[in-house]
């Protein structure tokens, strides 16, 4: 997959305005609205990230979070012991997530303004990577992946979401809005994407993946699962102050693990590799120089 030529300042611009979760309360920046937040975030909206994100499960750790947006998942982390970094494009998700963890009285090794496609860290740094609903957001995913890979330790974790190209994505954006609405004929396929993705709409870019996608994508790296999760809107809440389905529906979906079928988010995880053999001419590499390599060919 290609780099998308999307400008960064426009991907950062439209971040600085549309601070992720914040559309959930109604309270400003104190103690409450932390709080409001991370009750919904791990309860309503992404239940399933209690137990995937392994928030108990990293203390010690040197943790880093890529894309904080204002912080809830690294001070998940952070109380439970990590040693955690985080960094984001935009200043105000780093003024929101300073403020976040002084409200709460935790500290962080590092918040910083940063690149996920030029991480300001040495490599083989860090235990953990984690970064969620972030790298679609990226033009060159790939190189956010090999830095991914270049700041982890040998044989350390990392744990990302990426949106995946499953049922509502044909539903609800190319044949709704794509097809019956026109928006396919006006705009062309990514920006019909962009249209009808994100809380508020209109992202500077959202890429939706494949699983064949993502396997090339993080193919140097070792013990690689890919998980559906979510089904999301109208099953856990009601989007755009419209419709949930009564409780019973969705209990049989998620009874029936139908979240495990038709799940919306991808998460991947797995570790980095001390070193890869490429066949062609039998050296040894880091898996980041590999990939850095080989990501230039698609
Ligand atoms: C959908 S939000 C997700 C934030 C947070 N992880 C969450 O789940 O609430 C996307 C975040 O990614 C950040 N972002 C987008 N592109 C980035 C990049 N190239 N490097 C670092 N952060 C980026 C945005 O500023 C925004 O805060």
Do not use: C
Request: proline letters at 2%; aromatic letters at 14%.
């Amino acid at each position: 997959m290609k780099k998308k030529d999307v400008d960064k300042k426009k991907i950062n611009e439209y971040w600085e305005k549309n601070t992720p979760q914040k559309w959930y309360s109604d309270r400003e920046n104190d103690l409450l609205f932390f709080n409001e937040l991370a009750y919904k975030r791990y309860n309503v909206f992404y239940k399933y990230l209690k137990s995937e994100a392994e928030f108990e499960y990293h203390r010690n750790e040197k943790v880093l979070e890529i894309g904080v947006g204002i912080g809830t998942d690294l001070i998940s982390y952070a109380k439970n012991g990590a040693k955690v970094s985080g960094i984001d494009l935009s200043q105000e998700a780093i003024n929101l997530t300073t403020k976040h963890f002084q409200t709460l009285g935790l500290k962080a090794d590092n918040l910083l303004i940063a690149d996920a496609e030029n991480l300001p860290f040495e490599e083989n740094y860090f235990d953990l990577v984690y970064s969620f609903g972030v790298l679609h957001h990226t033009p060159d995913t790939y190189k956010a992946v090999s830095e991914i890979l270049r700041v982890l330790k040998p044989q350390g974790k990392f744990i990302v979401m990426l949106y995946r190209k499953g049922w509502k994505h044909y539903l609800k954006r190319l044949l709704i809005n794509g097809l019956f609405k026109g928006q396919l004929f006006k705009y062309g396929y990514q920006k019909t994407i962009n249209k009808n993705t994100e809380v508020k709409g209109d992202s500077p870019l959202t890429i939706i993946f494949k699983k064949s996608e993502i396997k090339r994508m993080f193919a140097v790296a070792n013990k690689v699962t890919i998980e559906k999760h979510r089904l999301g809107e109208f099953f856990d809440y009601a989007p755009y102050e419209t419709i949930k389905l009564p409780a019973f529906i969705t209990r049989i979906f998620y009874l029936f693990g139908l979240e495990k079928l038709l799940g919306e988010n991808y998460i991947i995880k797995g570790y980095k590799k001390n070193e890869v053999t490429l066949s062609s001419n039998k050296k040894k590499l880091s898996a980041w120089e590999v990939l850095t390599d080989t990501y230039k060919n698609y």
